[in-house]
């Protein structure tokens, strides 16, 4: 059931300027073809009652966002020397009770990905490793009247397995220095390549 708190709440956030440094994967031109497609069709299903968000991706390295803006330091420590290159897959589709659609993927290892906590450190700023991935892609509005609806008629087809199914190589991150949760504006600070697994 839709929390309406959670989701005014998730709507000032997203028009916030809040500003963080993360670690990201952004996904290929092939995956994201796949997910518009996925999403073209719900909005015929559903009547457009998503906002989708403007850039896809998995925070891997996620960045307690701070309220003012400051100056980055000590890029050089932003290391990723001895993580390796890993698949992860769709595992099932869900809608919060914030109103968010996810995508949720299978667990990753992200060995060695603390090698960046002092450059987070350095820098006074707050992160989490995500190893239970998710992709954010859009939010409910909730003051269309058919909300509730729309999210029992998707449960049901999520639980029947009709979501899009890919797996993803995490073979590069890219480190995002944004003024805003959704990177609808950020600098990219450095791309990070992966070394080959086992």
């Known amino acids: 059931m839709l929390d309406n708190n959670k989701i005014q709440a998730r709507l000032l956030k997203n028009d916030e300027k809040r500003y963080g440094v993360s670690l990201v994967y952004f996904p290929t031109a092939e ?3 796949c997910i518009r497609k996925w999403l073209d069709e719900l909005d015929e299903i559903c009547g457009n009652v998503f906002m989708w968000y403007p850039v896809f991706h998995l925070s891997l390295v996620r960045c ?3 309220m003012q803006p400051f100056l980055l330091k000590d890029e050089d420590l932003l290391k990723c020397d001895n993580v390796r290159k890993e698949k992860t897959s769709v595992e099932k589709a869900v809608i919060g009770n914030d109103g968010i659609l996810r995508l949720c993927f299978s667990d ?3 060995e060695g990905i603390a090698d ?3 450059f987070y450190t350095s820098n006074s700023l707050e992160y989490d490793i995500v190893k239970e991935p998710w992709m954010s892609l859009g939010l409910i509005d909730n003051e ?4 509730e609806e729309v999210i029992m008629t998707l449960e049901t087809r999520f639980a029947n397995g009709l979501f899009p199914s890919f797996d993803m190589i995490i073979d ?3 480190a995002v220095n944004y003024s805003d ?3 609808k504006k950020y600098d990219l600070v450095k791309r990070i390549f992966l070394v080959f697994g086992d």
């Open 172 to 174: 590069e991150l890219s």
């Open 64 to 66: 307690k966002s701070v």
């Open 31 to 33: 995956v994201l073809t």
């Open 181 to 183: 949760i959704l990177l």
């Open 144 to 147: 269309r009247e058919n909300a």
């Open 108 to 110: 990753i290892k992200l």
């Open 116 to 118: 960046v906590h002092p």
